[in-house]
């Protein structure tokens, strides 16, 4: 069974800092790999996929992350923390063998100290 | 594009009583999902569709009905509400499906409903 896990339910850092938020997934086949951004009170949005091809993946605000397949990590950074990027986020996995389903770790709360 | 809409925002239920979570996209995606969002455990699939006249299980159907007779719509009904039931629910569409040749394509998610069963 595919499992995900995020380490850390809460991280804080301080603003210009460096975002890691780490993701790691169980898969015994080649897996798909997605980040999303939830804000309060709203739906998710994607930030960054991976599927195919080059490991680092580059998403929308800055955000970036790198598929390992040695480590069975897809961690999630950012440069420079800015205030707005203060939400939810989520890693989530499939691939063919767990049919038609996405599964997603429990989360990380990303705090920005100013 | 409205993307995917759901109504209602909130609702307040008592133990015992049934209703449908309504969930409409107008991106033309064949895959629609409903998971249910609860503090600490995630986002968890508890039903989906690969395509209207098909739906299937995901990991926390018990106590949950769907049906996709378009590819529009994909309704979720409790049928008879539990105070287990209480959580913030979140349709999803997508244009692929992951079990699909080339992997899945993103999910758009819905706004949420929060659900409250007294």
């Known amino acids: 069974a595919q499992s995900v896990t995020q380490l850390g339910s809460h991280v804080s850092v301080s603003e210009g800092a460096l975002v890691l938020l780490r993701c790691n997934y169980s898969?015994?086949?080649?897996?798909?790999l997605f980040w999303y951004v939830q804000y309060p009170n709203q739906g998710l949005q994607l930030l960054l996929k991976?599927?195919?091809?080059?490991?680092l993946v580059k998403g929308i605000n800055g955000f970036e992350a790198e598929f390992k397949k040695s480590e069975t990590s897809f961690h999630l950074t950012k440069p420079s923390a800015h205030m707005s990027d203060a939400a939810e986020y989520f890693c989530?996995?499939?691939?063919?063998?767990?049919?038609?389903?996405?599964?997603f770790g429990t989360g990380t709360s990303l705090t920005v100290i100013p | 594009n409205a993307g995917v809409t759901q109504t209602p925002k909130f609702q307040v239920l008592k133990t015992g009583q049934s209703m449908t979570l309504q969930c409409a996209q107008d991106?033309?995606?064949?895959?629609m999902s409903w998971y249910r969002q609860d503090p600490g455990m995630g986002l968890r699939l508890i039903h989906y569709?690969?395509?209207?006249?098909?739906?299937d299980q995901g990991e926390v159907p018990n106590g949950y009905n769907v049906s996709r007779s378009t590819t529009e719509d994909f309704p979720l009904r409790l049928l008879s509400a539990a105070p287990s039931q209480t959580s913030v629910y979140f349709c999803?569409?997508?244009?692929?499906?992951?079990?699909?040749?080339?992997?899945?394509?993103?999910?758009?998610f819905g706004p949420g409903t929060r659900l409250t069963v007294t």
């Open positions: 999803a569409s997508s244009y692929r499906s992951p079990g699909l040749a080339g992997g899945p394509g993103e999910q758009y």
């Open positions: 898969s015994s086949v080649p897996p798909y």
């Open positions: 991976y599927t195919t091809g080059a490991t």
């Open positions: 989530a996995v499939s691939d063919w063998d767990t049919g038609n389903q996405f599964y």
């Open positions: 991106m033309n995606h064949e895959y």
């Open positions: 569709s690969v395509g209207a006249g098909i739906t």
